[in-house]
């Protein structure tokens, strides 16, 4: 499997030095460039076929070439002791639950599959490596998780002061841990400076080996494209029309492992999204990129801390620009929307819905207005919806239990011990990288 950055397709690189060194000096993203027929996979699969199982085929089928299918089958089965469930509400409508991970979230499947991803690579080059992000939430206990028992790879988790949540002691790199928790005295936004900051300096990235475990880095949305073959696997005996999947867009990364499965020959109708300033229709009803005006040169860079995957999305829309218009279907969806369908997702079939989820309700049922549409509609339901109990509650009167897993990321997490406590200082960073590296 090749990779290109997206401000300069000749600059090809293997999915290995694409997911460590995960930031193209250009200034762009990565992206695959291979397309991949995998109709024999897909088709070959079945609603018994494990979501592991799946893993393993499909990284075989696009990295055969760098690691054998025994490599590819260990990070599988070592990345994936859980499961997305598609559930069916009626005959036309799936939901995708994509928050079975140990942490209620969907970003458990692509942090525990590119951790065990680059530990699994790091352990045959004997070499070690560091994520830096940042985090506010649910994702710094995702990296908690999948980092227990990595033996190659440490992470820096950047976080305004009193935001972690989810984390142990024992993650902590000083009590044996592979985690180094750095708490600044300051806003999220200060966060993102310090870590692109960071990215912006070469020197400093290849003398500690640094890459991200958030979505600029490929590695992490991959495996987002194991999702809707597995999905497909559990429908596809009860279906025999179209197949649409709604979703709401969020950084866009599910979206565009949506449209890399289509790529690879996942049978698919479309993708139904909520529009948004950047992801809206034109004039004659069809899809439109508001930010394709804007030439690439004329842009920042991609930002290592806080990614927005539109231009992966627009990569895909240079090569199939007519086709796309036909595949991804925005649909305007107001708050009146998101609270109608949060209440008849409950009404219908006793089903609660956060926002996200509601939102992506709508947008199908919205859309099967428009077209008199006679398919099946695939919801993708990202978080577990005690995340968004406020909501719920406000729409619906009452809102689902929260687990005892759930609730005990809600608990402000706090260290005894604060050595690496910063204050927007670039310099602290840096003597913490600087620890770590020693360890």
């Not at 085929?57 to 994936?80: G, N, Q």
Request: hydrophobic share 40%.
């Amino acid at each position: 499997m090749h990779l290109v950055s997206t401000r300069n397709s000749k600059n090809v690189v293997s999915f290995e030095q694409a997911v460590l060194n995960c930031m193209p000096e250009d200034g762009g993203l990565y992206v695959p460039s291979d397309d991949v027929d995998m109709s024999r996979w897909i088709l070959y699969m079945n609603k018994n076929t494990t979501f592991q199982s799946i893993a393993g085929a499909l990284t075989t089928a696009l990295i055969k070439d760098e690691f054998s299918p025994l490599i590819c089958e260990t990070i599988a089965t070592r990345a994936f002791p859980f499961s997305p469930k598609v559930k069916r509400l009626d005959d036309n409508l799936y939901m995708l639950e994509l928050f079975h991970g140990p942490t209620g979230t969907h970003k458990d499947f692509g942090v525990s599959y590119l951790v065990h991803c680059v530990d699994t690579i790091l352990r045959y080059q004997n070499k070690h490596s560091i994520f830096v992000d940042v985090t506010t939430g649910e994702f710094g206990a995702s990296m908690a998780v999948a980092l227990r028992g990595a033996k190659k790879t440490k992470a820096v988790l950047v976080y305004p002061k009193g935001t972690m949540r989810g984390l142990k002691d024992s993650d902590l790199i000083e009590n044996g841990g592979n985690i180094c928790a750095i708490e600044v005295d300051g806003t999220e936004a200060d966060c993102h400076k310090i870590v692109k900051e960071l990215f912006a300096n070469r020197a400093l990235v290849e003398k500690y080996s640094l890459t991200v475990a958030n979505t600029a880095n490929i590695g992490r949305l991959f495996p987002q494209t194991f999702f809707y073959p597995f999905a497909f696997s559990r429908i596809k005996e009860s279906v025999f029309g179209d197949i649409y999947y709604s979703l709401d867009t969020g950084n866009y990364s599910n979206v565009v492992a949506g449209l890399y499965s289509w790529k690879y020959s996942l049978p698919v109708r479309g993708f139904i999204v909520p529009s948004n300033d950047s992801l809206t229709v034109d004039v004659c009803g069809d899809c439109q990129m508001l930010d394709s005006f804007v030439p690439l040169d004329k842009r920042e860079k991609a930002n290592p801390a806080d990614p927005s995957n539109l231009e992966r999305l627009e990569n895909v829309f240079s090569q199939w620009s007519l086709l796309m218009k036909s595949l991804v279907f925005p649909t305007h969806i107001s708050e009146d929307d998101e609270e109608k369908a949060c209440k008849e997702l409950f009404m219908r079939y006793g089903y609660y819905a956060d926002s996200h989820t509601a939102r992506a309700y709508a947008s199908s049922k919205k859309h099967d207005e428009r077209f008199s549409g006679d398919g099946v509609s695939v919801i993708v339901a990202r978080d577990h919806p005690a995340f968004d109990s406020v909501s719920i509650r406000h729409y619906l009167g009452e809102a689902p239990e929260m687990s005892d897993e759930i609730a005990s990321l809600f608990q402000p997490f706090s260290q005894e011990k604060k050595p690496f406590e910063i204050y927007c200082a670039f310099d602290a960073i840096v003597d913490a990288l600087e620890n770590i590296s020693r360890l």
